[in-house]
């Protein structure tokens, strides 16, 4: 009998499948078609202890009770489907895990459904693309606790090992797993386009070639602040030569960036809550433009271009300064929806121990997390940006952010995201802002009342004199 049961064999399932293998647990696996279980069996899986099965009833009569269930398949209906074909062959404690990247509402529904029956359910967010997948990657659980308990031994030594333990942790029940990788793919949305940013104004600011961008990229990687997946990876990619143009093979891609949801997914969220998440929005706002690419050609064409290269002194400093102060803040966002949410939706969340177990494995793995890790462990309900730690971080490279942005600006340079952070941390450091205007045209148009700095109670104001009559002959329109 194996051990732990997995399905679907695209390239996320069958590197998990692997590294469950490798870590010693014997496995047996179901893809829809046949053949790409042939095919994985006869080549990666070749001599491994993993077993083909070629249906679910096949797959459930192969695993040890209670069964371990993961699937990494489409996420939307094909999961439903699948837990519909699951669920007459499962018996009690029996566990589905869904590791795709689910809607996190149709995880909270999925886990009500499967609670009427004695099926256990976990939603678990899985973060680091396929080489995360097959070496460790970072594991979001959430739903069932004693489930987790029962699948806890595979999923610590899946998960990625930082130096604190195993980049897994149980997040909380419901939808609690997939909210949390939900809100890792926001802030990793708003990183990606801070980068993108970044490269923009040394590549059009300063004019650097692809070696130019590789050392300072590189650099910046190797700085304490700075270091992370994403930069180490931007750094390699600079390298990359198309071998058919040689030229940098980033150059020959196409500037329309996809996505899959989840940015949007967030951002609707955060709306919902009332979570300010301004990077993280305007980095959904910029894929969506650069997807416009042909109107953009066009206008490109109507309007003058970028308007000269910057001539001052110290560029790559002030960049990536504006860089480490805009990613605070994306990170920022997304711990303070996590922190809404979490209170709303009563999952609980340690954010000390979501940032922990970001820390490797995933695609937003950072230096910087340890330093949230740290903040939340001492003060979970401290906002981030007002830890010491980060308050002097950012201050000191402040007069470098709001540089960055105005030479951007008078460089005709679009810098969306770092704009957004930096108009986002001047909102949040005022104790007073313009929306008592936005109140008093409110309450003008349609007495929508106000609330006084003065006085406590709600009021109204009849800020011009009405003319009755032509209200009740309806022509106020
Ligand atoms: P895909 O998202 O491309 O899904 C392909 C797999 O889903 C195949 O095994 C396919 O089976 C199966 N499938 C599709 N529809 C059905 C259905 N109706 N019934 C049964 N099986 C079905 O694969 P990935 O490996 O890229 O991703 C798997 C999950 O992990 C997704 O939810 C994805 O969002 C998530 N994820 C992906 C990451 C990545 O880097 N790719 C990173 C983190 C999470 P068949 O072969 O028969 O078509």
Known sequence: MAQFGLIGLAVMGENLALNVERQGFSVAVYNRTAEKTDSFIAHRADSKNIVATYSPKELVAALERPRKILLMIKSGAPVDAVIKQLRPLLEDDDIIIDGGNSYYEDTARRSRELQASKVNFIGMGVS???????????????????????????????????EDGPCVTYLGSGCAGHYVKMVHNGIEYGIMQLIAEAYDLLKTGLGFNHQQLHEVFSAWNASPELNSYLMEITADIFQYIDPETNTPLVEMILDAAEQKGTGNWTVISAMDLGVPVPTILTAVNARIMSAYKEERVKASQVFDGVSGRYQGEGFVDKVRDALYCAQICAYAEGMTLLKAASQVRQYHLNLSEVARIW???????????????????????????????FKQAILSRLAAWREVIAT????????????????????????RLPQNLTQAQRDYFGSHTYHRIDQPGTFHTEWTPVDAASLQTGTAD
Not at 408 to 431: G, K, W
């Open 408 to 431: 951007a600006t008078q460089l005709d340079i679009s810098v969306p995201a770092m704009s957004a952070s930096l108009a986002y941390f001047n909102s949040y450091r005022r104790d």
């Open 128 to 162: 680091g693309g396929e080489v995360g997948a097959l070496l460790g990657p970072s594991l979001m659980p959430g739903g069932n606790k004693d489930a987790y308990e029962a699948v806890k031994p595979v999923l610590t030594k899946v998960a990625a090992q930082v």
């Open 359 to 389: 820390k490797g494995g995933c695609i937003i793995r950072a230096e910087s997390l340890k330093s949230m890790q740290q903040i939340f462990h001492e003060q979970p309900n401290l906002s981030m940006l007002l830890a010491p730690h």
